[in-house]
């Protein structure tokens, strides 16, 4: 099963407004990235935070770790039409095992 | 900087053939890695090769194998192709492993009829 797990699947907002994907983990992580995706191409990476992290951020994102909830959102802000694509997760379990597991995605559409 | 580039961008198939895929990291860039994309499943990783070694392996079977060159060039393979192999695959590079920032290519689209 995926470690991680992005809620929603689906968000359709207008340009202007932010837009708020959420990613829940099982493991204990060392680290949590999210990427973006645009239409069945290669993802792009967006922001790591580490375990021991709370919050990061870089331009319009912004990215939370709750390591108690085991669980990260992303946060965008001020949304524009080229934001339109696919958001995921990638968590690298603590513990030893180097193997990054990517949630299912959220998919952002942003109407002009 | 180039990007990491993968070759070929499709490929069509039939079941029972086998398949290499090529990619070249960036330059400077000793880990690999190998993804496999599909709407049932999202992305999984395959492995990762790290200066000519393999680092890490996801959970395919045997069929799926890949190397890398000295050159931090690498190849996937896949043989005896079944239906369900239809994937995007992606391959990825990084300075340090997979645990760091990963730079994608724009992957390969393999159709297996």
């Known amino acids: 099963s995926q470690q991680g797990e992005e809620d929603p699947q689906a968000l359709s907002i207008q340009e202007g407004e932010n837009a708020t994907m959420n990613c829940s983990y099982k493991?204990?992580?060392?680290?949590l990235q999210w990427y973006r995706q645009n239409s069945g191409r290669g993802l792009v990476h967006l922001i790591l935070?580490?375990?021991?992290?709370r919050e990061k951020h870089s331009g319009r994102l912004r990215v939370t770790l709750d390591t108690s909830k085991k669980s990260s959102s992303l946060l965008i802000t001020a949304s524009r039409a080229a934001d339109t694509a696919s958001y995921f997760c990638?968590?690298?379990?603590?513990?030893?095992?180097?193997?990054?597991?990517f949630g299912r995605g959220t998919s952002l559409i942003v109407h002009p | 900087k180039a990007g990491v580039t993968q070759t070929p961008r499709y490929l069509i198939k039939t079941r029972g053939q086998q398949v290499t895929l090529s990619c070249s990291p960036i330059?400077?860039?000793?880990?690999v890695s190998w993804y496999q994309q599909t709407p049932g499943q999202g992305l999984q990783f395959l492995f990762e090769?790290?200066?000519?070694?393999?680092?890490n392996k996801g959970n395919f079977p045997g069929r799926f194998s890949g190397r890398q060159f000295s050159n931090s060039r690498s190849e996937m393979n896949v043989s005896t192709l079944e239906l369900g192999d239809s994937a995007l695959y992606l391959c990825?590079?990084?300075?340090?492993?997979?645990?760091?920032?990963?730079?994608f290519g724009p992957g390969t689209r393999l159709t297996v009829l």
């Open positions: 330059s400077g860039h000793r880990s």
């Open positions: 493991t204990s992580i060392n680290n």
């Open positions: 990638a968590t690298h379990a603590s513990g030893g095992s180097y193997i990054p597991t």
């Open positions: 935070i580490r375990s021991n992290e």
């Open positions: 090769y790290f200066s000519e070694t393999q680092r």
């Open positions: 990825a590079s990084s300075l340090a492993g997979v645990s760091n920032e990963q730079f």
